[in-house]
């Protein structure tokens, strides 16, 4: 028996372009007071990133394989396929790397390997929605002699950020001086220069901040003034509105706010709804504010972006959109009012009307969300960072 532990050294968070790093280390459960003849050997061991694209048959309609090109061996126990057992296709996967062969370990003993690997940076980010779904592994295929090949998966999360790939890494002079005490490789460089480049452009797209007003009315008149400081967020922030009813001439009863995730299949791959496919456009909400606001002159709302949801992208096949969708309730009788009289002869009971003649509406208002920090992602939405097997 033996038993393979991957450990990521960073939590399972990274941004595409990203170096991926993950401590493999195998050991011989077995005490050492054990014989010698306990030992333990693997025939060798090797490491592959993969996606695994998958749609739903009700919503996408995806052109047939290509079937001039089949799988190698996709029945084969002793071929390497990170993917084999999983939904849907590879879309995407990294050079297999080896870590090590012909591996024999006595009991009680261990031996650690280093894997690293860049992440992909055209590639989609991780996505679990309800038409298609992007899910990133680290695979480690170990294999005994004359035995099947044992999988172990770490799931990853990969957060993309748009306009990296046509950056250069600078050369060394261009880079900000380094102490001549510390050794560093060209990749650890590189990595900690497109780290450092995602966040400076994601607090330039962030940070600036300016009032868009937008007057809200429906058929019979003006209801309000929505104001907000920006449109570009990250994940983790906070949406905030406000929203000023005194200057409108329709009484709004209530209103709410969701922010939401539009989720939409490209025209192409749309399936027809008469041949039963499901809707191509679906909505998720992630917050939502709802307020009684008669006689509310303004009021004001915060809506936190989970660091947990995908940030919006595009594909060939699906679109991920953020929004802020209001709905207003509106009375259709000018001038309401439903407050009793300031002065009375005598003390009476006084109770609102019943009824009151309503109208709705919505209105839909785009924003935009980018990536955040990996590590902060990492810690403040946990995942697993290490993944054990048994072979």
């Not at 033996?2 to 459960?29: K, Y």
């Not at 809200?216 to 009813?245: A, H, P, Q, W």
Request: glycine content about 6%; charged content about 20%; aromatic content about 8%.
């Amino acid at each position: 028996m033996i038993e393979v532990v991957a450990e990521l050294s960073r939590g399972p968070v990274f941004l595409a372009g990203e170096a991926l790093e993950c401590m493999v280390t195998v050991t011989n459960p077995l005490p050492p007071t054990a014989t010698s003849a306990s030992s333990e050997a693997l025939a060798w061991a090797s490491a592959q990133i993969h996606c695994q694209f998958h749609a739903s048959e009700s919503r996408v309609a995806l052109p047939p394989p290509d079937s001039s090109q089949p799988d190698v061996q996709p029945e084969s126990q002793t071929v390497f396929l990170p993917h084999r057992g999983e939904r849907g296709q590879c879309i995407l996967s990294t050079p297999p790397k080896i870590l090590f062969c012909d591996l024999r370990l006595d009991p009680g003993e261990s031996k650690s390997y280093s894997y690293s690997e860049v992440l992909p940076i055209e590639g989609p980010p991780s996505f679990r929605g309800q038409s298609v779904k992007y899910v990133y592994k680290l695979t480690i295929g170990c294999q005994r002699v004359n035995s099947p090949i044992t999988l172990l998966r770490v799931p990853l999360r990969v957060l993309v950020l748009t306009g990296l790939q046509d950056v250069r890494f600078p050369q060394d002079e261009a880079v900000a001086p380094s102490s001549p005490f510390l050794e560093e490789d060209e990749g650890g460089k590189k990595d900690s220069w497109l780290t450092e480049l995602a966040g400076e452009r994601l607090m330039a797209a962030t940070s600036c901040r300016s009032l868009h007003l937008y007057n809200i009315s429906d058929g019979r008149g003006k209801v309000g003034t929505f104001g907000i400081f920006k449109s570009v967020y990250r994940l983790g922030e906070d949406v905030v509105g406000t929203l000023n009813l005194g200057e409108g001439t329709v009484a709004c009863l209530q209103f709410s706010v969701s922010l939401q995730t539009e989720e939409c299949v490209q025209p192409e791959y749309q399936r027809r709804r008469g041949a039963g496919g499901a809707p191509s456009v679906s909505h998720v909400t992630h917050a939502r504010h709802q307020e009684s606001c008669l006689h509310t002159t303004r009021t004001s709302f915060s809506l936190p972006i989970p660091l947990s949801s995908t940030p919006g992208f595009c594909t060939a096949i699906v679109s991920l959109k953020w929004r802020l969708h209001f709905e207003f309730v509106t009375s259709r009788e000018p001038g309401l009012v439903l407050l009793p009289p300031v002065q009375q002869p005598e003390t009476v009971t006084w109770t609102g009307p019943e009824q009151v003649p309503v109208d709705t509406f919505s209105w839909d208002l785009p924003i935009k969300v980018l990536p955040t920090s990996p590590t902060l992602a990492s810690y403040a939405a946990p995942g697993p960072s290490t993944s054990t097997i048994t072979i």
